[in-house]
């Protein structure tokens, strides 16, 4: 089970911190990432970090968001930083499969961001 926190509304050009947690013993041995959907589009790629720490970022996400993930609490975390209205979406954690590809796993329940004055 993935549980997503620390989602809300926030005004343009604010920071939000969104936190991934596990109680899976696998955690430590898994790339983990962060998606967004927004309704009537696909789920997108936000950002992916692998088991060794190596990080990949969607399309736009580069240099505002950062991707980060402690072990020892079985947690990820995405930073974001200069929120545009554009980054309001549903955020979901997946937990891969394998320690550096994205495959199979499983899925957190989202949390919403809502980016607006």
Not at 18 to 38: E, H, I, K, P, Q
Not at 63 to 70: A, C, N, P, Q
């Amino acid at each position: 089970q993935l549980v997503e926190s620390g989602g809300g509304l926030v005004q343009p050009g604010g920071s939000l911190r969104l936190s991934c947690a596990t109680s899976d013993s696998s955690f430590s041995n898994s790339l983990m990432g962060w998606y967004r959907w927004v309704p009537g589009h696909q789920r997108t790629l936000v950002a992916t970090i692998t088991s060794t720490g190596i990080t990949n970022y969607g399309e736009g996400i580069k240099g505002r968001f950062t991707i980060s993930r402690d072990n020892a609490k079985k947690t990820v975390y995405l930073q974001m930083s200069s929120l545009e209205p554009k980054d309001t979406a549903v955020y979901f954690c997946r937990k891969s499969a394998t320690a550096s590809t994205i495959s199979g796993g499983y899925w957190g329940q989202g949390t919403q961001v809502t980016v607006s004055s």
